[in-house]
């Protein structure tokens, strides 16, 4: 079955009253989320685009989000001038948008700051 005909049998069957629905991969399990016929379809091409689309990501940052369970990395610089891997303080398990916003806006774990 082609990609035309595969989206065709999915409209047929969401006109018919279907709905197509996925758990996304993300904090503490998964979250449910409506495909589209067309998205359906992308989840045997491009599973994790898709993923990252659906949370309001990019690709990299999805995988960063997930990797860091929602925490956003300090702002500063180690010694050595390597980013410093400890987490922003207050800024855990945050959900894409608020994670992706923290992320934007930097700041300092207790080791470097307020």
Same mark, same amino acid.
């Given at each position: 079955m082609d990609k035309a005909?595969?989206?065709?049998?999915? /409209?047929?069957?969401q006109d018919a009253g279907c709905q197509?629905?996925?758990g996304v991969p993300s904090l503490g399990g998964s979250s449910t989320a409506a495909l589209t016929p067309e998205q359906a379809h992308r989840l045997t091409t491009?599973?994790? #685009?898709?993923?990252?689309?659906?949370? #309001?990501?990019?690709?990299?940052?999805?995988?960063?989000?997930r990797e860091s369970q929602g925490s956003v990395y300090c702002s500063a610089r180690t010694k050595q001038g390597k980013r410093c891997r400890n987490?922003?303080?207050?800024?855990?398990?945050?959900?894409?948008?608020?994670?992706?916003?923290? /992320?934007?806006?930097? #700041?300092?774990c207790s080791a470097h700051g307020a």
């Open positions: 005909d595969f989206i065709a049998a999915l /409209r047929v069957a197509f629905v996925i491009d599973k994790e #685009g898709l993923f990252a689309e659906l949370m #309001g990501l990019t690709v990299p940052e999805y995988i960063e989000w987490f922003i303080v207050g800024a855990t398990w945050l959900e894409p948008d608020e994670w992706k916003a923290q /992320r934007a806006e930097g #700041g300092y």
